[in-house]
C-alpha cells in the first residue's frame, strides 16, 4: 500500500500558530519534506524545526529560480515547471514505498502555496490529506489590531505583481483590499493607492506575527524593497 500524503499548513511564521492537529501529523509522518531558497532552510521548516521527530526523513525541495527571471518569461517557466514535476516525483517515491510524507507550507497550503503544484500532480493517486493553516494576512491584521472587513463589503486579495493599471482598477472596486508579494513592488503598489485615493487608510505589516514584526502606516514606508513575509491592509468597514 501506498503512504499518505499531507499538505500541511505552518501558519504565518509563530512557531505557537501552528495547529494541534498539524502538530501531532509532525510527530507521526515518516518525512517531511519543504521548500526553500538554495542554502536557507525555509521559513515554514524554520516555524516547525521543534516538532520534527529525529528519526523523520528531510526532503529539501530547492527552487531553481526565484527572481532572477521575470516570471511570466520562457526561461522561468521552463524551469519552474520542471522542478515541479522533480518534486512531485520525488515525493511520489516515498509515497510508493509506503511511507507517509508531510509537505509543509507556509500559511495556508492552498493559498498561493508551492504545495499546490504538488497536490494536483499527486492528490489524485495516493491518499491526501490537507490540514489548514492560519493565514499570513490573518496574522497581519491581527497584529494591527484593525478590523478589515464586515457586513457586506467585498474583501479583495491582490498579487502585488499585477501591472499598475490592473492593480488600479481592482483597487477602486473593493471596499477592503489586502495586497501581497509586495517585495519590490512597493513603490509602483504605493503609487495605484495613491492614485485610486486608497494611500492614507493603508497599513503596512512586516513579519506578521514573528520576532521583529513592524506595522505602520503605508504613507510612512520608504520604497525600499520589501522583506518577504510582508502584506499591505487596505480596510474595509467605512463605518467604523
Not at 501558519?11 to 515518516?30: C, F, M, N, Q
Not at 527572481?67 to 517515491?93: D, K, N
Not at 479583495?156 to 505583481?161: Q, R
Amino acid at each position: 500500500m501506498s503512504g499518505r500524503l499531507y499538505g500541511l499548513g505552518t501558519g504565518p511564521g509563530d512557531p505557537e500558530l501552528l495547529t494541534l492537529k498539524a502538530a501531532r501529523i509532525l510527530e507521526s509522518v515518516d518525512v517531511v519534506a519543504h521548500f526553500a531558497k538554495r542554502g536557507a532552510p525555509g521559513n515554514a521548516r524554520r516555524t516547525v524545526a521543534a516538532r520534527l521527530r529525529a528519526e523523520a526523513v528531510e526532503l529539501p525541495l530547492l527552487y531553481p529560480v526565484t527572481t532572477e527571471l521575470p516570471r511570466h518569461s520562457a526561461g522561468y517557466r521552463a524551469q519552474i515547471e520542471e522542478f515541479y514535476a522533480a518534486s512531485a516525483a520525488a515525493v511520489a517515491a516515498h509515497l510508493e514505498a509506503g511511507r507517509s510524507v508531510a509537505v509543509l507550507s507556509e500559511g495556508d497550503p492552498l493559498f498561493y502555496g508551492s504545495y499546490m503544484h504538488l497536490h494536483v500532480r499527486l492528490a489524485p493517486h495516493y491518499p491526501t490529506e490537507v490540514v489548514p493553516g492560519v493565514t499570513g494576512m490573518s496574522a497581519c491584521w491581527s497584529m494591527a489590531g484593525t478590523p478589515v472587513a464586515q457586513g457586506d463589503d467585498v474583501l479583495m486579495v491582490l498579487p502585488g505583481m499585477l501591472d499598475d493599471a490592473e492593480l488600479r482598477r481592482r483597487l477602486a472596486t473593493a471596499e477592503a483590499v489586502v495586497i501581497m508579494k509586495v517585495g519590490r513592488n512597493l513603490p509602483r503598489i504605493r503609487a495605484a493607492l495613491a492614485a485610486t485615493g486608497r494611500l492614507d487608510g493603508a497599513i503596512y505589516v512586516e513579519r506578521g506575527s514573528m520576532d521583529a514584526a513592524a506595522v505602520l502606516p503605508l504613507a510612512a514606508r520608504d520604497n525600499a524593497p520589501a522583506p518577504y513575509f510582508s502584506i499591505i491592509l487596505v480596510p474595509g468597514w467605512a463605518g467604523a
